[in-house]
C-alpha cells in the first residue's frame, strides 16, 4: 500500500515536497517512481529510486534534473520528491508507484510498477 501526501497550490518558482510512504508487504528499501500526468498528456516519469550495487541508485528526468530531488526518509520506506523552483509545466497529478519486492531496480515503464498511490495535485500559477 502506497500513502502519498503533500502538494498543493503554489506560485513559479515556488517548491513543494510529496511523499510516499509504503507499508504492508514491502521492503525496507521499497522501489518507487513519481510520475505525473498533465491534462491531456499521458502520464510521464518523474524520478525514481531503486537498489542496485549494494546501494541506492536514483532517476531525475533531464525536465527536472537541476531542480527536483529524490530520497528516502530514516525510514527508507517513505521517498520524498523535492520539487523547487517549480514551473507552471510542472502542473499534474503526481502518482508513486512501487515495484514488486523481487524487482529492486528501478525502471522507467509504469507498465514495471504494481502498486501505485492515490496521486496527488500539483499546481502551479505564473
Known amino acids: 500500500q502506497l500513502e502519498q501526501s503533500g502538494g498543493g497550490f503554489v506560485q513559479a518558482g515556488g517548491s513543494l515536497r510529496l511523499s510516499c510512504a509504503a507499508s504492508?508487504?514491502?521492503?525496507?528499501?521499497?522501489?518507487i517512481g513519481w510520475f505525473r500526468q498533465a491534462p491531456g498528456k499521458e502520464r510521464e516519469i518523474v524520478a525514481a529510486?531503486?537498489?542496485?550495487?549494494?546501494?541506492?541508485?536514483?532517476f531525475l528526468d533531464p525536465s527536472v534534473k537541476d531542480r527536483f530531488t529524490i530520497s528516502r526518509d530514516n525510514l527508507a520506506t517513505t521517498v520524498i520528491l523535492q520539487m523547487n523552483n517549480l514551473n507552471p509545466d510542472d502542473t499534474a497529478v503526481y502518482y508513486c508507484?512501487?515495484?514488486?519486492?523481487?524487482?529492486?531496480?528501478?525502471?522507467?515503464?509504469?507498465?514495471?510498477?504494481?502498486?501505485w498511490g492515490q496521486g496527488t495535485q500539483v499546481t502551479v500559477s505564473s
Open positions: 504492508g508487504r514491502t521492503s525496507s528499501r521499497p522501489t
Open positions: 529510486i531503486g537498489m542496485a550495487w549494494g546501494g541506492d541508485q536514483t
Open positions: 508507484a512501487a515495484r514488486r519486492v523481487s524487482e529492486p531496480a528501478y525502471a522507467l515503464s509504469e507498465s514495471e510498477y504494481t502498486y
